[in-house]
């Protein structure tokens, strides 16, 4: 899209024409739109929740300039799309001639990255709980300390001076 940054200047009424008056206002306009229709392809995003996804390549064409208020209402005037169920998703590849075998070797990665995921997302709560447990086992030693041995209470470190050896729990799991 073409932009064109315009910027005013505008003079602050006041009792002097003072050049500490004068404020510099910035806006950005559009004044056309060219479409780029992007390359559809099989893709392997693990956001997909089921089915093969299908995302955008590298490869593109233009569409001709057009007013910015009559893309506006072309927008107006369609409908949102709805999303492609798999099934949908699986014919459309077919059509553009995406083999079975391709096909279901872009849904096998797309499952060993979403179960990677999945194993990453549990080692961060298990760490987490970890993490919880020690802080909370370090906050009841400082007070425990602090009961047992009135007269020292400055001379204990706090609780969050307490280190974890992040490396020791990791190769534990």
């Keep these: 899209p073409r932009q064109q940054e315009q910027i005013h200047e505008v ?9 500490r008056n004068t404020h510099v206002r910035r806006g950005v306009s559009f004044g056309s739109v060219q479409i780029r229709e992007y390359q559809r392809i099989l893709s392997d995003n693990p956001g997909c929740s089921s089915g093969v996804p299908i995302g955008i390549g590298w490869a593109y064409h233009s569409t001709e300039e057009t007013e910015l ?3 506006q209402q072309q927008r107006k005037d369609s409908s949102p799309a709805a999303p492609l169920t798999s099934t949908e998703r699986e014919n459309i590849l077919k059509t553009w001639s995406y083999s079975r075998d391709e096909i279901d070797e872009s849904q096998y ?8 995921r999945d194993q990453s997302n549990a080692s961060l709560m298990q760490y987490q709980r970890f993490k919880q ?4 086992f370090s906050v009841s030693l400082h007070a425990a300390v602090k ?3 009135p007269l020292h209470r400055s001379s204990v470190a706090p609780a969050t001076t307490f280190e974890v050896d992040v490396e020791k729990y990791k190769s534990s799991l």
């Design 133 to 136: 447990r020690t802080r909370d």
């Design 109 to 116: 990665e797309v499952s060993r990255i979403q179960s990677q």
């Design 11 to 19: 003079q602050t009424k006041g009792e002097s024409e003072h050049p």
């Design 147 to 149: 009961r047992l041995n």
């Design 69 to 71: 208020d009559d893309h």
